[in-house]
């Protein structure tokens, strides 16, 4: 038989190093009250949301993602040559094309590696884990960078009070390698619900409506929200996904040590969590410091849960996330970085 023919063997794909990047300036509820008709108390209650970081003008996603994914390719213990592989989760790329990836690769020197974007809104990360935990699985990668990286700050309306108190920026990346033990991805779900477009959206910028002064004057080139719809959906199937990912593994939700949800709401976090019987010791919120960073809230949350000793080797980690689309993604994972 022809060696190239041979099936490669599946094997579990594990998350080996872990990183992330924020801009160093804040944006504060304070701040937002001299802008907009809002107050700290409203963002807090309605959002748990104190502060989120935005880049100053002329820094774009890729950077974010550059300084994210460098410290990740380090604590690997690998060189960016070791890199085949590159999914950019981002809504907000540097520009329509190339893709944020190629501008990353060749930020990195990643110079064996080929890669794409890949858009899920705040689902963003997740897909990307998802699919190169494929293509490491597969055999197809050795080692995968999945980079979560969003510039929010570059498509909100600083004169919207319903949306621009919401939004953040921010990057993280993981290493994805093939596990040589209990450590990795168990299962994930995945879903799209097409019909939630008109509920969460951009909606001037693309080939439907391309930039004209017209968009601009209507101001279509920042994020649009129906925000209570988003809201409920949100809720119903952060629980939804995980619930029929947790009964097909035949796992209780009592056996889950960690939760970590998109943030976006600190109330839809809570929410989810106890209609999943999840306790809040075992949740991770980080909302008021960041906002919602879009495809880089879960691995700013992982990075704090690490850094907090909240997740440690051998953990059973459930992850989630909505996102505009309707975009929806559950994780179930053994947690273990190299040591
Ligand atoms: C956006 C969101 C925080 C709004 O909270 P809410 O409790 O639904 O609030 P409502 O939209 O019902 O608005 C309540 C009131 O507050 C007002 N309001 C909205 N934004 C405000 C702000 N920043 N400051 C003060 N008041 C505000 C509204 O105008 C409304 O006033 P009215 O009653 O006089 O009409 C909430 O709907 C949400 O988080 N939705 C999901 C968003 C999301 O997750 N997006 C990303 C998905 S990945």
Not at 38 to 44: K, M
Not at 68 to 89: K, N, Q
């Amino acid at each position: 038989m022809n060696a190239s023919l041979t099936p490669r063997p599946v094997r579990r794909a594990r998350i080996a190093s872990l990183a992330t990047y924020v801009p160093p300036k804040v944006l504060s509820n304070a701040d937002l009250e001299k802008m907009v008709d809002t107050s700290d108390e409203w963002i807090r209650q309605r959002t748990g949301i104190r502060e989120r970081h935005i880049v100053d003008p002329g820094v774009a996603t890729s950077d974010l993602a550059a300084a994210a994914s460098r410290e990740a390719i380090a604590r690997a213990g690998l060189t960016p040559s070791d890199i085949d592989f590159i999914v950019v989760g981002t809504t907000t790329p540097d520009m329509l094309f190339p893709s944020t990836a190629c501008l990353l690769q060749a930020k990195l020197g990643a110079d064996h590696a080929w890669g794409y974007d890949l858009l899920a809104a705040c689902s963003g990360f997740t897909y990307a884990l998802t699919t190169a935990s494929q293509m490491v699985a597969s055999g197809a990668s050795r080692y995968a960078l999945v980079v979560g990286a969003d510039v929010m700050s570059s498509i909100i309306d600083y004169t919207d009070r319903t949306t621009c108190v919401l939004f953040g920026d921010g990057a993280g990346a993981v290493i994805v390698e093939a596990s040589d033990g209990e450590a990795g991805m168990i299962d994930f779900l995945n879903y799209v619900d097409g019909h939630g477009g008109d509920a969460l959206c951009m909606p001037a910028g693309g080939s439907l409506r391309p930039a004209s002064k017209e968009t601009i004057e209507g101001r279509l080139h920042y994020v649009k929200q129906d925000g209570q719809s988003v809201f409920r959906f949100a809720v119903r199937n952060t629980e939804d996904a995980c619930r029929r990912l947790l009964e097909r593994n035949g796992i209780d939700a009592s056996h889950i040590d960690l939760f970590v949800s998109h943030q976006a709401n600190q109330r839809i976090i809570r929410s989810a969590a106890e209609k999943l019987g999840i306790p809040d010791e075992k949740v991770v919120i980080n909302i008021e410091r960041f906002g919602n960073t879009t495809a880089g809230t879960i691995p700013l949350a992982l990075n704090d849960a690490v850094d907090e000793g909240r997740l440690k080797a051998g953990d059973l980690l459930l992850v989630a996330s909505v996102g505009a689309g309707f975009t929806v993604s559950a994780i179930l994972m053994r947690w273990g970085l190299k040591a």
